[in-house]
Structures are given as structure tokens and as C-alpha cells.
């Protein structure tokens, strides 16, 4: 091999070597972006998922000014009678659920709140029920009562067997809790978590 015949293998090896140097180099650089854009597509989820906290937020907000806060939760009143799974339904398309006193004082400040917004001689529906097993009293969330406050003294509640699945909360029985058939007719109140 001449010198001429072994320069120009010479600079093909050397131009070879560029080229595969600037292939990887493309390569990192391909991966570098591609790891960038994932970052970047990370990050607007994030914000995604920020906003639409935000404006959760907001619409709670919203909500509770018309309603009522207590500790952890806000209780709106809707004076439209429908039976209980029409306002549940609406509850849950507000954000909400029907309004299920957890403890004493709840039930309590809800009573208030029912008397001053809805009336004092009505009955609201409660987010309870016993429709999967009969006298097994439950919350919307499937759990078992935790918390209740039926009419014992005069009534005895809850009496209505399997015609009467759905909890009502009475305002002139103080707060106190019947069970009624679930297809009547009666006002509500939605409650929602707030943080």
C-alpha cells in the first residue's frame, strides 16, 4: 500500500470515527431531550393537578358562603322536595354528599342550620340508609353508623321495617332522626369537606 492509498484510509477512518462521535453525540442529546420533555410533561401535570385543586378550593369556597362552615365541612340547604335519590344525586353533582351528622355537636349545629334556612317544621333527608341489609343503618360511604340519633321516647325509630330505608332529620323533634320511605318527597342539605 502506497502512502496516498494509506492516507486516505487514514482520513476515512478518522471521518468515520467523527461521524460515529457525532451520532452518539446526537444520541445523548436525543435522550437528553426526551428526558427533558418527560420533566416538562411531569411538571404541567403537576400544575394540572394544582389548579384543579385551586379551583376546587374556590367552588368550596363559593359554596360555603352561602351555606354554613363547621369544623371541616360546610353544610348548603336546598328547599327543593325530592325524594331521597334525586337529592343525593344532586348532592354528589355539587361535590357533596347528602349531610350525615358525624357526633352530637354536628347534628346539632345542622339542626340549627335546617331551622334557620329550610324552616322550622321540616324534615331533611340524612346521607343514611339501611337499604343493603335491613336495620343495619349506614353512611353514604358504605360504613356502618358510627353516630346516631333516632326518636326513642314517643316513636320508637327507626320503625318502618323494609317500607322505610332512608333517614330523615326532623325539625320539630328537635334534630331527632326517622326513617321514612325513600321515594317521599323532602328538602336537604349537602354537605362538603373542606380543608
Same mark, same amino acid.
Request: with cysteine; hydrophobic share 35%; net charge negative.
Given at each position: 500500500?502506497?502512502?496516498?492509498? /494509506?492516507? #486516505?484510509?487514514? +482520513?476515512?477512518? #478518522?471521518? @468515520?470515527? +467523527?461521524?460515529?462521535?457525532?451520532?452518539? =453525540?446526537?444520541?445523548?442529546?436525543?435522550?437528553?431531550?426526551?428526558?427533558?420533555? $418527560? $420533566?416538562?410533561?411531569?411538571?404541567?401535570?403537576?400544575?394540572?393537578?394544582?389548579?384543579?385543586?385551586?379551583? &376546587?378550593?374556590?367552588?368550596?369556597?363559593?359554596?360555603?358562603?352561602?351555606?354554613?362552615?363547621?369544623? @371541616?365541612?360546610?353544610?348548603? /340547604?336546598?328547599?327543593?322536595? *325530592?325524594?331521597?335519590? =334525586?337529592? =343525593?344525586?344532586?348532592?354528589?353533582? *355539587?361535590?357533596?354528599?347528602?349531610?350525615?351528622?358525624?357526633?352530637?355537636?354536628?347534628? !346539632?349545629?345542622?339542626?340549627?342550620? #335546617?331551622?334557620?334556612?329550610? @324552616?322550622? &317544621? &321540616?324534615?331533611?333527608?340524612?346521607?343514611?340508609?339501611?337499604?343493603? %341489609?335491613?336495620?343495619?343503618? =349506614?353512611?353514604?360511604?358504605?360504613?356502618?353508623?358510627?353516630?346516631?340519633?333516632?326518636?326513642? !321516647?314517643?316513636?320508637?325509630?327507626?320503625?318502618?321495617? %323494609?317500607?322505610?330505608?332512608? /333517614?330523615?332529620?326532623?325539625?320539630?323533634?328537635?334534630?331527632?332522626?326517622?326513617?321514612?320511605?325513600?321515594? &317521599? $318527597? *323532602?328538602?336537604?342539605?349537602? $354537605?362538603?369537606?373542606? #380543608?
Amino acid at each position: 500500500m502506497d502512502v496516498k492509498a /494509506a492516507l #486516505v484510509v487514514v +482520513c476515512l477512518l #478518522v471521518l @468515520g470515527q +467523527c461521524t460515529l462521535q457525532e451520532t452518539a =453525540s446526537k444520541k445523548r442529546n436525543v435522550k437528553k431531550d426526551s428526558a427533558a420533555m $418527560e $420533566e416538562m410533561k411531569k411538571q404541567i401535570s403537576n400544575i394540572i393537578m394544582e389548579l384543579n385543586v385551586l379551583k &376546587e378550593q374556590q367552588a368550596l369556597q363559593t359554596v360555603c358562603l352561602r351555606g354554613m362552615k363547621i369544623l @371541616g365541612k360546610c353544610f348548603l /340547604a336546598d328547599h327543593v322536595k *325530592k325524594n331521597f335519590h =334525586s337529592a =343525593s344525586d344532586d348532592c354528589i353533582a *355539587k361535590g357533596g354528599t347528602l349531610a350525615t351528622p358525624l357526633n352530637l355537636d354536628e347534628n !346539632e349545629q345542622l339542626y340549627n342550620y #335546617v331551622r334557620q334556612s329550610i @324552616g322550622p &317544621e &321540616e324534615h331533611i333527608w340524612l346521607g343514611i340508609n339501611d337499604m343493603v %341489609t335491613e336495620g343495619v343503618w =349506614s353512611e353514604n360511604t358504605g360504613m356502618v353508623l358510627r353516630y346516631a340519633n333516632w326518636e326513642t !321516647e314517643i316513636t320508637h325509630q327507626p320503625d318502618g321495617a %323494609t317500607r322505610q330505608n332512608c /333517614a330523615t332529620m326532623s325539625t320539630r323533634a328537635k334534630g331527632k332522626w326517622f326513617d321514612e320511605n325513600c321515594k &317521599e $318527597e *323532602k328538602a336537604s342539605v349537602c $354537605e362538603f369537606n373542606i #380543608v
